[in-house]
């Protein structure tokens, strides 16, 4: 989690962890479409309310492991039975690169694109030959290609340097393929494409505050899901949680107020104290709720869901403007419904560098 006071007093340290937030916040997801990232956080999916300062910015990369617990084929078969076309897939991978900018000291930008992998998709499929009911698994083959680029906006109402609040906006267009086939030649389900064909808004807020080297962030964002490619309407989705986070290798010299600080806007910064590398150990709980999905104006009662999940995690920030960090999120409780597979586990690396 960032250091609130840096923004004033470490003005170096507050950019590069300001931005690498950006490309640190991985949002689990029950579907194959992960939600979006946040513009500066305190985790594995909570945004914190601090901002960038103008005129500063960033670029990332994130990369986000998914394991899915697997299901038998007898037990596809069985779903598909019931008219639930189930699926599985290996693992799924999601790599995006990121940038944010500083507009003002309250407003940033941040826009991410993704590059998303589905390995050895696996489906459940139900026919009626000659009046004799079938029932077998597809095995549909890898997708991969760019998926929905996610630009969001995130605005600071407060301008205390230990407390924030702020309220954050966005959308998700239809940057993705939509046109997929399996190995067969036929199209794939919209569910299973690396973009949606959708434009998405998305709404939300945050809240932090510091004491000492802890600091703390809460956030909820929700996603209005638009009608997408062929015909279908994937579910909203509400993601949210808490972090707390434990800085070390604070800057000896951050708490030396700036002679050039001007009174009255304490999101100015002016003089650069000396770098200093810091680590920041983390853990969040967090939870996501997924509506039901519609195809054809017919919802899918067997999608969607929602899960609690805890994601521990550490972040290094170097001397030299560079940033990693990485988060594994297990869940503590899941009710995802039949179509998709529990979560097992998902990992997020993520290397950025400020400017």
Known sequence: MINPISCVRAPLTWRI??????????????????????????????ISPWTLDQGKGGFGFRLVYTKPRQRSDALLEALAAQHIHAHNTDYNLNASLGA??????RLTLSVELP????????????????????????????VSGLGDLSLLAKYRLTSATTSGLALIAGIKAPTGSTHKHSTDGERLETEHQPGTGSWDPIVGGAAGTKAGALSFSASAL??????????????????????????????????QESHNHHHGDELDE????P????WDA??????????????GGEVEQASGGKWIYAAPGVRFTSANSWSVGGALAVPLWQDIRASHPDNRYRFMLSVGRAF
């Open 17 to 46: 962890l300001a931005f690498c937030t950006v490309t640190a916040i991985a949002t689990p997801a029950l579907a194959d479409h992960m939600g979006p990232s946040g513009v500066g956080g305190g985790g594995f999916a909570v």
């Open 222 to 255: 929700y996603q209005f899901s638009g009608r997408g490619a062929q015909h279908s309407r994937l579910g909203d989705r509400l993601q949210g949680g808490i972090s707390l986070s434990h800085r070390f290798g604070e800057a000896p010299h951050e708490h």
């Open 100 to 105: 944010a900018y500083g507009i003002s000291h």
């Open 270 to 273: 002016h003089a650069e104290p």
């Open 282 to 295: 983390f853990v969040e709980l967090g939870g996501e709720w997924e509506g039901r999905q519609q195809v």
């Open 275 to 278: 770098h200093h590398s810091t």
């Open 115 to 142: 590059y998303v992998r589905r390995d050895d998709l696996r489906e459940g499929e139900h026919a009626d030959e000659g009046g004799e009911a079938i029932n077998e698994v597809a095995r549909l083959g890898s």
